[in-house]
């Protein structure tokens, strides 16, 4: 006999574990599923671990400029295992938190990987329990979070092998830091690798077919971005397609194409960083009928699928692949369920690279909004006029802003220097709330600090820029 619940997710991710507290908080009884780690793959080998890393190779970067700072010391190093025993301790130290907050509201966690059948006022789940046997659930609602997994192209020798080749997962945990590395790809996952192993010492070459790297950035940042990551010694290959990737007596060889030419890069190891698959497969939607658009499911402004009682959320439902975003709409879709409605799901989201230097953006680019049909007020601030990035001696970047000539409105905001990542909020708040020019012109920002960029570049686009 099936145990009954109001509400079953599927997927214990970021999106998944937030979904479940708030159906908890809301009333509803509640189950998740998780085949693995609770967490999912942001906590247990992604934006977690990966930032301690990134907090690492920063440190060490810092270690190796003192001088700049009328400081001294003497026998710089690493002990590369410690390195990533750190980051896995504080990811097992999350996951075991998640745990926790799953107990404190009284959801049951059932371990093991799930199975979908039609059923009726929502689909039936199977689970196959990690111990052994089966466990079948009912609910009135079923929210899909299963995620997404690194992309790989096996015939052409893009696939993991766990020893040379690498995805995301593979790059967290080597046993040593390689002496020269490939990455093939430069979105975030792709550039945050490449700038902690370069970091640590590794010679890097990143491979990028489109004509720029990070290519969902606003061109002058990507631009910026190139140029700082070859300041630190990174090298590039833009508009490169790779054909080959082959394993060599000492590590790996790479064959690409860029400008009708054919070229061989050898390094000791390669990571893939292609983009994500949406986990839809083995689960039982092909039964359902569920409707999928390029491999990712079809939900409406609420979450909605095709499929009567049958939620997605999170990486599952398509871009931006990003956990805040599957943790915002967990929460959405929760209240949907509980019968608090809202509005449809527009709010804007950052994207954030933590690399060094630090990228951070949101909403439109320039040229989407030129190519939206806007009419356009363009301003910018660079980090090295300000006072608080000079005395910290983070005077690389800037901070750029798109407003709408017509409304005032802010549709964009571009930054890369140091600590943008924790400085977006204010742009995503100024967004959320329909902030126009004037509403950021009246705003107070603290001096000094960085965040004054975030003002300059305002009053920029309106030429009314106070310290420049």
Not at 192 to 217: D, H, Q
Not at 232 to 257: N, P, Q, S, W
Not at 400 to 422: P, S
Not at 431 to 444: I, K, R, S, W
Request: glycine share 12%.
């Amino acid at each position: 006999m099936a145990d009954a619940f109001d509400v079953v997710v599927v997927g214990a991710g970021p999106g998944g574990y937030v979904a479940a507290i708030r159906a908890a908080q809301l009333g509803l009884s509640t189950a998740i599923v998780e085949r693995e780690n609770l967490g999912g793959i942001c906590l247990n080998w992604g934006c977690i671990p990966t930032k301690a890393l990134l907090k690492t190779g920063e440190i060490y970067d810092q270690l190796g400029h003192l001088e700049a700072y009328g400081l001294s010391a003497s026998d710089r190093g690493y002990d590369f295992a410690k390195v990533i025993a750190r980051s896995r301790a504080i990811a097992k130290q999350l996951s075991g938190g998640v745990a926790f907050l799953m107990k404190k509201h009284k959801i049951t966690v059932v371990e093991g990987a799930a199975t979908l059948g039609k059923g009726d006022p929502a689909p039936k789940i199977t689970v196959a329990l990690k111990a052994g046997g089966e466990r079948a659930l009912t609910a009135k609602s079923v929210i899909l979070a299963t995620g997404a997994r690194a992309r790989t192209f096996p015939d052409i020798g893009l696939e993991p092998d766990g020893d040379r080749v690498w995805t995301y997962r593979e790059a967290m945990i080597p046993a040593a830091c390689p002496k020269s590395l490939l990455v093939i790809g430069s979105g975030a996952i792709g550039i945050e690798f490449a700038s902690f192993y370069r970091s640590l010492g590794a010679e890097v070459t990143v491979i990028e077919a489109l004509p720029r790297i990070l290519p969902v950035e606003d061109e002058e940042v990507s631009a910026a971005a190139q140029k700082a990551f070859e300041k630190r010694g990174m090298t590039f290959r833009i508009g490169a397609k790779v054909t080959r990737l082959a394993k060599t007596a000492k590590g790996v060889a790479l064959e690409l194409e860029a400008g009708g030419k054919t070229e061989k890069l050898e390094a000791e190891k390669a990571i893939v960083a292609v983009g994500i698959a949406a986990n839809v497969e083995g689960i039982g939607l092909e039964t359902l009928g569920l409707k999928l658009d390029h491999g990712h499911v079809v939900v409406d402004g609420h979450g909605a699928t095709n499929v009567k009682g049958l939620y997605a959320i999170g990486d599952v439902a398509g871009p931006p692949w990003l956990a805040h975003k599957a943790m915002h709409e967990g929460v959405h879709v929760a209240e949907q369920i509980a019968g608090y409605p809202s509005p449809a799901l527009t709010a804007p989201i950052p994207g954030c690279t933590y690399s060094t230097p630090q990228i951070a953006s949101i909403g439109l680019t320039e040229a989407a909004a030129k190519a939206s049909g806007l009419a356009v007020k363009v301003g910018r601030f660079p980090f090295r006029a300000n006072g608080k990035a000079i005395a910290a001696g983070e005077t690389e970047g800037f901070v750029k802003t798109v407003f709408d000539a017509k409304t005032g409105a802010l549709v964009g905001a571009h930054m890369i220097g140091g600590e943008v990542t924790e400085q977006i909020q204010g742009f995503a708040i100024a967004m959320t709330l329909e902030a126009t020019e004037q509403d950021l012109f009246a705003t107070v920002f603290p001096h000094p600090t960085m965040s004054e960029a975030m003002h300059e570049a305002s009053l920029d686009a309106y030429g009314m820029v106070l310290h420049i």
